[in-house]
């Protein structure tokens, strides 16, 4: 069972920036695309950044030019680098297979608040 583990996430001011991390257990880390999710109170969870195993990536418009996905196959981990964070990024970020996701960790929250 591929599990996965968030982290990095806390508060900050709008216009501010965090980095999370992902660790993944298992191999197919190395061979999947891998994404990440955010879900925010009262809306349905979101795939906000896509990575495949070659390293390109996609993002939703709503994250595009200010967020970074990427990966480290050699650590078995994952990243994203957010940057000019809104108050509308606040939400739970989760790490997963972009194709077929398979059971969630706990995420990591990000709060943007000023």
């Known amino acids: 069972q591929v599990q996965f583990v968030e982290s990095g996430g806390g508060l900050v001011q709008p216009g501010g920036s965090l980095k999370l991390s992902c660790a993944v257990s298992g191999s197919i880390f190395k061979i999947v695309p891998m994404g990440w999710y955010r879900q925010a109170p009262g809306k349905q969870r979101e795939l906000v950044a896509r990575i495949s195993s070659g390293g390109n990536t996609n993002y939703t418009d709503s994250v595009k030019g200010r967020f970074t996905i990427s990966r480290d196959n050699a650590k078995n981990t994952m990243y994203l680098q957010m940057n000019s964070l809104k108050p509308e990024d606040t939400a739970v970020y989760y790490c997963?297979?972009?194709?077929?996701?398979?059971?969630w960790g706990q995420g990591t929250q990000v709060t943007v608040s000023s």
């Open positions: 997963n297979k972009a194709t077929i996701p398979t059971k």
